[in-house]
């Protein structure tokens, strides 16, 4: 049961990663309180920064 919570929340953090702004959405209905604006900016430069880095790879 760990192991494959550990896999959705895996997968969870890849579709995040790949629709960045949909995973903003998502983030607000699970984490209201604690998504604000300085947070996501902080995650979409992230997530840009590791998309970049998979481009050069």
Request: cysteine-free; proline content about 2%.
């Amino acid at each position: 049961m760990i192991i494959s919570w550990f896999t959705i929340s895996n997968l969870v953090f890849k579709i995040i990663a790949y629709f960045n702004t949909f995973g903003h959405e998502i983030l607000k209905i699970v984490y209201p309180s604690s998504v604000t604006l300085r947070n996501q900016q902080v995650i979409k430069s992230r997530v840009i920064h590791w998309e970049n880095k998979i481009e050069i790879d």
